[in-house]
């Protein structure tokens, strides 16, 4: 069974500061997707990384892709209230399935 | 471009009781998965569906079931609830389902529900 391993769970933050948030498999995943979820809302598509030591760019976004294609970041600069919700990593286990991480949950207080 | 619908958006049933959820992709998505999230499991998938057939299913009891239809729209059935089956149920569809990588999937705002 392919698990991602989110780290941390919970990030309470002041608006300006930086922050990353890591997702961990002992398995290979062909792509790797990072949803943003709100509350009362489902999740919605932030990027997907493919390669391996692939960087991606979303404005004060980075996500970075193992170069073993087991494990991703996100890291965020300067976040901002908005930025607030639950991250949530997620790999191409095959077969059309994606295996999801628990999330992160980020509060960054204003 | 309407999104992902579903209904309802909140229910309360009782130990032993039935429930059915409804799901109605985007046009033309012909894809549809359900997850189960809750605080402490994360998403979870059920299973989903391709063409009104089932093509892969989670670790999760026959009591939970689903069908699609030939318009695309799927429903998910949980038989003889029990308190743990009390969750966000998601459903998400994507545009085709069979290009080599699984590609975006699009959310409903889910069912939330309450088993007492």
């Known amino acids: 069974t392919q698990l991602l391993e989110q780290s941390p769970q919970f990030l309470s933050i002041q608006e300006g500061e930086n922050l990353t948030v890591y997702c961990n498999s002992s398995?290979?995943?062909?792509?790797l997707q990072w949803y943003r979820q709100e509350p009362g809302e489902g999740p919605v598509l932030l990027v997907t990384?493919?390669?391996?030591?692939e960087v991606k760019k979303l404005k004060r976004l980075t996500f970075q892709f193992g170069d073993a294609r087991k494990d991703s970041s996100l890291h965020i600069t300067a976040a901002q209230p908005g930025d607030t919700g639950l991250y949530l990593c997620?790999?191409?286990?095959?077969?059309?399935?994606?295996?999801f991480g628990a999330g992160t949950i980020l509060r960054v207080k204003s | 471009k309407a999104g992902v619908t579903q209904t309802p958006r909140y229910l309360i049933k009782t130990r032993g009781q039935q429930v059915t959820l409804s799901c109605s992709p985007i046009?033309?998505?012909?894809?549809v998965s359900w997850y189960q999230q809750t605080p402490g499991q994360g998403l979870q998938f059920l299973f989903e569906?391709?063409?009104?057939?089932?093509?892969n299913k989670g670790n999760f009891p026959g009591r939970f079931s689903g069908r699609q239809f030939s318009n695309s729209r799927s429903e998910m059935n949980v038989s003889t609830l029990e308190l743990g089956d009390s969750a966000l149920y998601l459903c998400?569809?994507?545009?085709?389902?069979?290009?080599?990588?699984?590609?975006?999937?699009?959310f409903g705002e889910g069912s939330r529900l309450t088993v007492l």
């Open positions: 998400a569809s994507r545009v085709t389902g069979t290009g080599l990588r699984t590609g975006e999937l699009f």
């Open positions: 398995s290979v995943f062909s792509s």
């Open positions: 990384v493919v390669t391996g030591g």
């Open positions: 997620a790999g191409d286990a095959g077969g059309n399935k994606l295996v």
């Open positions: 046009s033309g998505h012909r894809s």
């Open positions: 569906y391709f063409s009104e057939t089932q093509r």
